[in-house]
């Protein structure tokens, strides 16, 4: 299994990315899917999260300009960020927590991505 991020990049105060992450391999099933954030000094913090059904939840520090969204069809998970501020610069990592399959077991595990760099400043 692999969570392939990407999207991120350098944008200017009060402006808009949209990262996403695709999930592959032997999966059954995609839980909760999420995006955190790590910036220098700081330990990774939860940005938001998507239940499979559709619930989300989102730090109080992105409420109202942060979207996730997902795809449970292409196993893809989406993070739109707009009016991004300074303090919003960080890597972001995607992650997920599902159900795969190996040496012909049903296994449940939590995957990571590999991490996206936004950065945003004038």
């Known amino acids: 299994v692999q969570l392939q991020a990407s999207g991120g990049g350098l944008v200017q105060p009060g402006g808009s990315l949209t990262l996403s992450c695709a999930a592959s391999?032997?999966?059954?099933?995609?839980?909760?899917m999420a995006w955190y954030r790590q910036a220098p000094g700081n330990q990774r913090e939860l940005v938001a999260s998507?239940?499979?059904?559709?619930?989300?939840d989102y730090a109080n520090s992105v409420k109202g300009r942060f979207t996730i969204s997902r795809d449970n069809v292409k196993n893809m998970v989406y993070l739109q960020m707009n009016s991004l501020e300074p303090e919003d610069t960080a890597v972001y990592y995607c992650?997920?927590?599902?159900?795969?399959?190996?040496?012909?077991?049903?296994?449940?595990?939590?995957?990571w991505g590999q991490g996206t760099q936004v950065t945003v400043s004038s």
């Open positions: 992650n997920a927590d599902l159900d795969l399959l190996f040496s012909g077991g049903r296994f449940r595990r939590d995957y």
């Open positions: 391999g032997s999966i059954v099933t995609i839980h909760t």
């Open positions: 998507s239940s499979r059904g559709g619930d989300t």
